[in-house]
């Protein structure tokens, strides 16, 4: 099987993913990085070293000179290669994957920034579909208030530097993420994907049970009565 965490930037989804594949070992659960880079062959493991750096770069500022095309057909290319050479393979030899976001981030993101719907689709038509889309929505304003707290800052991009703000910052990012957020729910429905909502800011805890409870659910729904699963 295949989950995704999804949510807005700085909501939690890689910590939450690694402690709940930490947790889950009754029927293992095995968290993976939508950054991660395979491990050969060595022309696949060169390509995606190439498109990672220039996907994630240390320093934003210069993405602004840039068509914002350049970044929507290098991350359908990168999304593209990864379910290719890391999710088939492991879903055909019977992992129960967690992802820590998937491309629907990405999509929501760029229909904020002004591309249809249709365009997108097509653009993202080689990349996997999971099982089930877990969506973490807490309060806007504490996640960056949590990122301030922590002594780090949003980037550029994070902040809506491709959606026409003229300044960037806090206004910009609370209300740049709050498009990005209401849009990644469309996509999922639009999907016909359960999408299950982990709403508020709630103890690590409390969320790691929420999310461990729902992949539960929805395993018990393929497993034999005589192997439940239990968080």
């Known amino acids: 099987a295949f989950f995704v965490l999804e949510g807005v930037d700085g909501a939690g989804k890689s910590t939450i993913a690694r402690v ?7 029927i293992p659960v095995i968290y993976t990085s939508h950054k991660e880079i395979a491990a050969g062959p060595p022309a696949v493991e060169h390509a995606m070293h190439e498109l ?3 996907l994630w770069p240390k320093h934003q500022e210069h993405l602004a000179g840039l068509p914002s095309e350049y970044r929507v057909l290098l991350h359908a290319a990168w999304f593209s290669i990864f379910s290719e050479c890391i999710i088939k393979s ?3 030899s019977g992992m129960v994957l967690l992802m820590d976001g998937w491309y629907y981030k990405m999509m929501a993101r760029l229909r904020v920034d002004g591309y249809t719907p249709k365009y997108l689709d097509m653009i993202f038509s080689r990349a996997a579909e999971p099982d089930e889309i877990i969506l973490l929505d807490p309060p806007l304003e504490e996640v960056w208030a949590r ?3 922590d002594g780090r800052s949003f980037g550029p991009v994070e902040m809506g530097l491709y959606a026409g703000y003229t300044e960037l910052g806090r206004a910009s990012f609370l209300s740049y993420q709050s498009r990005t957020r209401d849009t990644l729910k469309s996509i999922a429905q639009e999907r016909n994907r359960r999408l299950v ?3 508020g800011v709630n ?3 409390q969320t790691v049970s929420s999310v461990s409870t ?3 659910q929805f395993l018990s729904s393929r497993m034999p009565p005589a192997r439940p699963c239990r968080t």
């Open 52 to 54: 990672a750096n220039i």
């Open 197 to 199: 909502l982990v709403q």
């Open 90 to 92: 492991r879903i055909a």
């Open 147 to 149: 990122m301030e707290s």
């Open 20 to 26: 709940v594949a930490a947790a889950m070992t009754d």
């Open 203 to 205: 103890p690590i805890d």
């Open 214 to 216: 729902a992949i539960c």
